[in-house]
T-cell receptor
């Protein structure tokens, strides 16, 4: 089955700086890669996603890049704000009978004021 | 209106008991899921279910069983609860199996004593 690795596990940045979180996946047939933000005690919420036919996608301060050849994708947050502090999860959607999301282990992002 | 809802929000029970968690979605989605999030925040798929098929993660004990009275509801029944079942359980839904974004419920915090 699919295996998703996520790094780093914790990340602290100063307010206004950029943050980058990286994920690798194992199943070359995976074709959908969402990112979720989970604030303390809350549900995971989708913040951005990308499909395998696209290399990059942006939404205001958030961007995701995908390298299918290397089987890795990254989340980029620019101009970070304290409210960006949360746990971020990447995920990959497999194909065939394994059409389930496999999540990375999460990154605790702390934005220091 | 809440898109995906779960009840109860908190559940404290004794080992050996049987309990159920209810989930409802009003998004008109065809597929629903159950996830388990452990104390280390790791999110793991337990079940995917639509009106055509049930996909069970092979690591889920058969004490756990999903039951769907209709496509807007997917309940989780747990028999003979064990200490290791303590976790947060999230319900989610998506348009179809393996298609697009998944939307999560608020979670049920289960504590087995």
């Amino acid at each position: 089955g699919e295996n998703v690795e996520q790094h780093p596990s914790t990340l602290s940045v100063q307010e206004g700086d950029s943050a980058v979180i990286k994920c690798t996946y194992s199943d070359s047939a995976s074709n959908y890669f969402p990112w979720y933000k989970q604030e303390l005690g809350k549900r995971p919420q989708l913040i951005i996603d990308i499909r395998s036919n696209v290399g990059e996608k942006k939404d205001q301060r958030i961007a995701v890049t995908l390298n299918k050849t290397a089987k890795h994708f990254s989340l980029h947050i620019t101009e970070t704000q304290p409210e960006d502090s949360a746990v971020y999860f990447c995920a990959a959607l497999g194909e065939g009978s394994a059409r389930q999301l496999t999540f990375g282990s999460g990154t605790q992002l702390t934005v220091l004021p | 209106d809440t898109a995906v809802s779960q009840t109860p929000k908190y559940l404290v029970t004794q080992m050996g008991n049987d309990k159920s968690i209810k989930c409802e979605q009003n998004l008109g989605h065809d597929t629903m899921y159950w996830y388990k999030q452990d104390s280390k925040k790791f999110l793991k798929i337990m079940f995917s279910y639509n009106n055509k098929e049930l996909i069970i993660n092979e690591t889920v004990p058969n004490r756990f069983s999903p039951k769907s009275p209709d496509k807007a509801h997917l309940n989780l029944h747990i028999n003979s609860l064990e200490l290791g079942d303590s976790a947060v359980y999230f319900c989610a839904s998506s348009q179809d199996l393996g298609v697009g974004a998944q939307y999560f419920g608020p979670g049920t915090r289960l504590l087995v004593l």
